[in-house]
């Protein structure tokens, strides 16, 4: 069983509310054939699904597949708390970006179930020594982005970089254009590649063209190494010429107290994008063949679900 499928059988169904995928340059939303979860006890249901997930997002998918092979997934909590432990790095505070982080990683997951991914995630804890490990562990990781994943689907090349906000409905909608015009910066984007590909080195795939995609951008760091300029532009010309879309997939995840009339949620959420993005235009200055999605999951308790989140992450 690939690590796709190992995911869908363990997690995917317990996270599938109410998903609207926005896709901006169409005026075109999609609601997912799943009610939204109305249970009294959602939130606790959702933090305890996401934070097993965590070991989708934690491992690489040969990983995943090893220890399924072994059963280590057959207790999935254990399993995931040894990959929070020793693979993602530790702020524990209610705000920080991991819930959202993971709800995206894993909405991906299910909701473009026909990609073949090569990799999930670009956080590696940093190698501390032990006596050295009183030193909060700050990781090694990518920052701006809230996932980095490169993908075929259909014959198609994609490069995905995820943003996600969570608050109130305006610093979400405020907040995730900044990060889209953000997301397509050259030197931004150019530099959170160039350590995406030197970790993935040693990363296999059942798709050669993935695997190419990696050599190829590992290929130019070497010719070009300290020579950030011209590193930049050589990457962003391999884009244009292998035909690598970028996807930038924008969780939302607002607090909303209209939540038990499915109908009348619909219709603040396509109220509230609509108005927010009537007038906004990418500024895609070196021509990148662009895609955004907005995916978005109200919440009637925000703050309760970040609670309930950082108390099973100090378990």
Known sequence: M?????????????????????????????????????DADFEEKFTDAIFDSMIFYAYEKDEIEKEFKRGHLDDLRRASRVAYENRVSKTEKETDGLLGELTLDSFIKLFFPNIEMLYSRAKYAERIPHKEEIIQRKGHEIKGYDGM?????????????????????????????????????????????????????AVDSSSAELSKIIDDINDIIYDCNSKRAEQTAKILQYFKQENIKIRIPCLLMPNESEYDDRVKLLEIIKAKVKNAFKDFNVNNDDNLDIEIFLLVLPLRDLQKVRKLFLEVRKV
């Open 149 to 201: 994943v490169f993908s075929t689907e259909n014959g198609q090349k994609y490069f995905w970089v995820g943003q996600v906000k969570t608050g109130d409905w305006k610093y979400c909608l405020d907040n995730i254009k900044i990060d889209i015009n953000k997301s397509v910066i050259k030197y931004y984007f150019s530099d959170a590649i160039v350590i995406l590909c030197d970790i993935m080195r």
């Open 2 to 38: 690939n690590a796709i499928d190992i995911f869908k059988s363990l997690i995917g169904d317990k996270i599938k509310p109410l998903i609207i995928k926005y896709e901006l340059f169409k005026d075109a939303f999609t609601t997912y054939p799943y009610r939204h979860t109305l």
